[in-house]
């Protein structure tokens, strides 16, 4: 994607694009193109009929782009193939260079006063560069049908009602379609909200043939069955299903007695063409300025600069501990001072209380909420983890049965300890030449809910949790595994751990596989006429098929999200947010869900990261569409500048989608996002409706070639010499990954980093002898072919099982009886290996983490198998957790087990014993119980009795 003459071939405009990953870099090298040739026309009096042809060919290119920008828009185009007739060959120049470097620098957007100049004002050289950060430029776009004069008009009555003091200065883009509106609105980032007039055409009557492989996103209009005067409010409902922040108006001449309710809940005001222009402006100017403001980090602000006296705690408020000492005064200069003066344990005074909220803190949650899609919203100042405690705790009991799967964090496993829960572990699919899992599939869920619905436990059930999505990228269709959970059981709690997916939101190919937005849906989907009636017409048919959808009557939306809002969008770390849309929240859960945030959340909150909490949501609201798209554009171009570079490409590979999902659950057939042959791939379809899909933010450099593991060269070769920081690591892979903050500086770093490694690489075997030819290549056998099995989760002992037809298992009761040290003893693998020999069953008493991969593979109660062992001495990480090399598993003796009445139970689960050996509720968890209450174990604090 240079910007040669030569990536602008006249007969191939579909082909060039596909190229391209989105339209803005497909844009910029237009300009780019034509802006290079404009110097060779300053010295010329008549450029060849081949030179005229191409730039008459980018002009055209632009004119069909720039219909879709205010600036500079179609006008610019208009004036710049004026000139060219005219051969005024140095305006030309001059204007292209200004709009070029307005364009690249986007100093447009930080002076919008120079911004809404027009071309005149253009040509004059640095009209643009004054930057004023008090100013916030943005795009209104008008969709309607209308004449040149009537739009010139419209334009200079918006003009006539904003001032050059305005903070928020805006310009007008007018499009003449429901489609060239939808198209705007994706490839615009700079529009804001959104005015529909009345009885607007469907189709666009602009050429975008150049610009096709940009459009997957566009819906077909043929399955509408509307006319023109049904548009307005069909586009409406599409453009917030792409960019659900904007703020829409109607402009219409209906009366208001025939507007239907659901188009008044549309539009944020509808107006009558005879109004003041006045009233729209005001009304565009509140719908910014109401995401514009953030309650608690204003609030923060202007307490900072009040004068207060301190009597309270915390001698580091106002920085008066640090500034008047001698010694600590460097804190102070390597902080500044506003983050002292913003320090303070005061709820009052403007401020607000995190663990009750009345105030600021109460509204920057409302607005998160807006944001977010959610009912509520609860900022969490210590972390994700927390945040998944405090809705195990506020939804669980203890006994309930939780699925859950087993490669979920680590605060997952802990917090189910914590509730008393039994868990039934769901696998996730091997990805065995990477040593990485997948996700889980969701036949194997509804699997397990059948064994519970045939053991007539289905009412145990409360809660599936499932993280989307994964470390590696995996993305589950939230849509199809909620509705196909909620078929068979209605009442169904799911948690979604999006730690890593906050930034989904504000896409509309991420949107759709978020839990908030897929919770509204089936909400609205299943209080809706046309789905009762669906449903009762296929209970009168007689056969069944009403079995296979949610039953209206029944069926309750109870969805939680839990987001590491730090990690991929702006916040200070451990910033974390819950999102809740339980349609039962107020009559069953909220009293328990606020006793389980008084538990988790600290009486002293951090208030910097609440307040980059509230900050950070006002980021997304205006401009997250922009930075998400750029964060997946520069994913895209890192997988392309690998995958084409010939040095690279010998030592490293970008994981694709096919290697990472089996086609079983690809029905699209997407296999690659970028080939090196084809370009771009659309994934718009695969995320439609695939089972999943692989998140190209998250990018996977399998380095097996190479010969050094993944450990290694994360930190020899990537942080110590060139300070590059990585996500995670596994024998043979290195995971990177790109978010808002990732610039195309440090993809271009990256890329030169990544190249003096294969440099390196090369130089090296170049150098060895066949003795160290021969290691070399053995670490590479290593590294691409024997690799370790992955096992499944194996099975929980009887003494922590409460049935044998369900496979739930009570880790409570094994994390709590393992702190009897004279039940615990320790044996290494070797001792294992021996013992399995022998047909002893050893029992974990603790999580035991290898990182990575980073989940648990034995659990406190879980029986230790062959293929665990076989993993365990197949890794060649250095961080186990609850493992010690020199002492091995610390494991449940035999006649601590025999205490509790049980001794080894065959491995097969599902050959159930007979009836009399058969273990009944009471004498599993009840066993341990006695024992605990019998001066064994304190179940509150975890310490022993005796």
Known sequence: MSSNTENIPSNKPYTLSKKYFNIGQYR??????????????????????????????????????ERYWAYPGKKAIESLRLMLHRQEFNSFGMALGNIFKALTSESYRLNPVSAKANLNNILEEGSVEKYDAN????????????????????????????????????????????QDALIALLFNPNIQCGLIRQDIPLYSSNQLETIASFLGSIPKFESFGVDSHDTGPLLGSMLKKFRSEIDLFYVTNTSISQIKTKTLNLFRRIFYRQEDIQDLHLSILRGVRDRYHTPFFDALRQYSQKPTGVFHAMPLSRGNSVFKSN??????????????LAETSATTGGLDSLLQPTGSIKEAQEYAARAFGSKETFFVTNGTSTSNKIVLQAIIRPGDVVLVDRDCHKSHHYGLVMMGAKAVYLDSYPIIDYSMYGAVPLEDIKQKLYEFREAGRLSSVKMLILTNCTFDGMVYNVEKVMEEILAIKPDMVFLWDEAWFGFARFTPVYRQRTAMYNADKLSKK?????????????CRAGKGEEKRI?????????????????????????????????????????????????????????????????????QVELEGYEMVEKSIEMAMNLREKITI???????????????????????????????????????????EKDEFVLDPTKITLYIGKTG?????????????????????????????????????????????????????????????????????????????????PLPNFSYFHAAFRSHWDTSEGNIRDAYFYAYEEEYCEYLKIEECEKAMEEEREIVSTNFVTPYPPGFPVLVPGQVMTREIIDFIKALDVKEIHSYRPELGFRVFKEMALEKLGYKSYPPKIKNTPDEESKPSEKTISGKVQEEVQNGGINTKNGQSNK
Not at 589 to 616: K, R
Not at 653 to 670: D, H, K, M
Not at 750 to 755: A, F, G, K, R
């Open 550 to 618: 949610p039953n209206p009557d029944e069926v309750k939306i109870r969805v939680y999200s839990t987001q590491s809002t730090h990690k991929t969008l702006t916040a200070f770390r451990q910033g974390s947010m819950i999102h809740v849309y339980d349609e039962e929240f107020k009559r069953k859960t909220e009293d328990a869900f606020h006793e389980a945030y008084m538990t988790h959340i600290s009486t002293s909150p951090n208030y910097q990261i609440v307040a980059s909490l509230d900050i950070g949501r006002r």
């Open 645 to 687: 570079h010939p040095l690279l490409s010998k030592y490293f590979e970008v994981l694709t989608v096919a290697q990472f999902i089996p086609p079983a659950y690809r029905s699209s057939g997407l296999s690659v996002y970028f080939d090196a042959e084809e370009g771009w791939s659309q994934m718009n379809e695969a995320w």
């Open 135 to 178: 100013k916030h430029y943005f795009e209104v776009m008008i969709v309607d049908k209308l004449s040149e004069d009537q739009e010139n008009n419209l334009v200079e009555r918006f003009e006539e009602v904003q001032h050059s003091n305005d903070q928020f200065i805006y310009n007008v883009l007018i499009v003449e379609s429901l």
């Open 28 to 65: 910029l090298d237009i300009w780019n193109n034509l802006k290079l040739v404009a110097p060779n026309l300053r010295e010329k009096i008549q450029p060849s009929s081949a030179e005229q042809a191409y730039i008459f060919e980018l002009i055209d290119r632009l004119e069909v782009i």
């Open 327 to 340: 010694w600590i005064k460097s804190l102070g200069d390597f902080y500044g001072r506003n983050i002292f």
């Open 526 to 538: 299943y209080k809706s006429k046309v789905y009762v009636k669906h449903y009762e017409d296929l």
């Open 708 to 788: 050094i593991d993944g450990d290694t060269f994360k930190r020899d070769f990537l942080m110590d010499k060139f300070g590059i920081q990585v996500n995670k690591t596994t024998r043979n892979t290195v995971l990177f990954m790109t978010n808002i903050g990732t610039t195309r500086s440090s993809v271009t770093y990256l890329v030169s980093v990544l190249i003096k490694v294969a440099q390196q690489i090369e130089e090296k075997t170049n150098s060895f002898n066949p003795a160290e030819m021969m290691l070399h290549q053995k670490s590479i056998h290593s590294l691409t072919q024997n690799l370790p």
